[in-house]
C-alpha cells in the first residue's frame, strides 16, 4: 500500500472513534466507509514485468481511450492515452529502463481527463526516459478531481521497467508518446495494468516476427 493510505486511513479512524465516543456508533459509519475507501484506493499491488526486448509498459493502470499521432518539435509521435477512474490503482510506473533525462512540471487547469485538451491544458508531469534505443516522453496528468501528482525520480536518476515512480492521486490520465514506428499492441477500449502490460514494441525485432524467423530457419535446416 502507498504510504498515503495509512495517513488518510489511520486519521478517518481516528474520527470515527471521536464521533462514536461525543454521540452514538452509527455516526460513525460514513468515517469507516470512507477509511475503508482510502486503504483500498492507496493499493499497490505487485505486478510481473515482462522482459521482452523493446516492449513498453504500461505506465498506469486504466482505459485506453485514444491512440493517435502528434506533432512534436522533434517530429512525429504515436500517442497513447490512458484513463484511470478512482477505481483503478494509482501507482505509476516505468515504461522502459533507462536514464531519466527530464522532468517538467506544468501547471494547469483541471478539465475532464477524459477530453483530448486534457493533454495540453491540464495540471501534468513530462517526464522523459531514454534507454533501450529509444527516447520516451511519458505525462502523468491530472484529472477533475486529482490536485497533487507525485514524481518520486528526479534528472539523472536510473528506472527499471516497471519500477515504480510516483502516482497520481484520484481520477486522472497518463499519455505515452513512442516512436512514430512504434509496433502499438493495444487498442481503444483495452484495458490495462501499470508495469504488467505491454503496449507496444520499439527498436527490437517484435517477438511474433523472432518466431516466425526462427521456425522458417528450422525448416529450411530440415531441408
Not at 95 to 119: E, K, L
Not at 149 to 177: A, H, P, Q
Amino acid at each position: 500500500m502507498v504510504r498515503d493510505g495509512y495517513y488518510y486511513g489511520l486519521a478517518l479512524f481516528g474520527v470515527a472513534a471521536l464521533v462514536a465516543w461525543l454521540t452514538s456508533p452509527p455516526w460513525a459509519i460514513p468515517a469507516l466507509v470512507l477509511a475503508a475507501f482510502f486503504l483500498w484506493f492507496f493499493r499497490d499491488p505487485q505486478r510481473v514485468i515482462p522482459a521482452t526486448a523493446g516492449a513498453v509498459v504500461s505506465p498506469a493502470d486504466g482505459k485506453v481511450t485514444d491512440i493517435s499521432m502528434v506533432q512534436l518539435e522533434d517530429g512525429p509521435r504515436r500517442r497513447i492515452s490512458i484513463f484511470l477512474s478512482v477505481f483503478d490503482v494509482h501507482v505509476n510506473r516505468s515504461p522502459i529502463t533507462g536514464i531519466i533525462r527530464d522532468v517538467r512540471y506544468q501547471r494547469g487547469q483541471f478539465r475532464n481527463a477524459m477530453g483530448a485538451a486534457s493533454a495540453e491544458h491540464n495540471e501534468q508531469n513530462v517526464i522523459t526516459v531514454e534507454g533501450e534505443d529509444q527516447r520516451l516522453v511519458f505525462k502523468q496528468i491530472a484529472g477533475l478531481l486529482a490536485r497533487r501528482i507525485v514524481f518520486t525520480k528526479k534528472i539523472g536518476d536510473r528506472v527499471e521497467r516497471g519500477e515504480r515512480v510516483g502516482m497520481i492521486k484520484f481520477g486522472s490520465r497518463t499519455d505515452i508518446l513512442l516512436d512514430a514506428g512504434a509496433d502499438v499492441k493495444v487498442k481503444v477500449g483495452d484495458r490495462v495494468k501499470g508495469g504488467a502490460s505491454v503496449l507496444a514494441y520499439v527498436g527490437r525485432e517484435r517477438p511474433e516476427l523472432h518466431s516466425v524467423l526462427a521456425s522458417q530457419g528450422q525448416r529450411r535446416g530440415q531441408t
